[in-house]
């Protein structure tokens, strides 16, 4: 169940999410997480452009591009998930982990 902690250093991988989140880019799923305008981390309201697209485990960690490891989030929170320490960085993706599950489960 822990396959997400594992550090992965796979080029390959790296490159095919990273053309992944590019297509998912111009899906309508995307375009309507942004005008939705949530951001993921701090549930906040912004406008599309000050969204951003987050991995919540990130690829050069093994974290896929998939709908359930992508969130829009604010630059704000971007900016401070890039200066946590890797302990916190794990809490931090438990608890956006949860609540991306949380909100598959309320859309079901
Ligand atoms: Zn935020």
């Not at 960085?89 to 956006?96: D, N, P, Q, V």
Request: aromatic share 6%.
């Amino acid at each position: 169940m822990n396959d997400w902690l594992d550090i992965q250093s796979d080029p390959l991988h790296t490159k095919r999410e990273r053309e992944k989140a590019r297509e998912l880019r111009n899906s309508d799923w995307w375009k309507n997480l942004l005008a939705q305008g949530v951001c993921h981390y701090c549930q906040g309201k912004f406008p599309p452009e000050e969204l951003t697209m987050d991995h919540i485990v990130p690829v050069a960690r093994g974290g896929k591009s998939t709908r359930g490891n992508i969130v829009a989030c604010c630059k704000e929170c971007n900016n401070r998930k890039k200066y946590l320490t890797p302990a916190e960085m794990i809490m931090f993706e438990l608890e956006a982990k949860e609540k991306a599950a949380q909100k598959n489960a309320e859309e079901e």
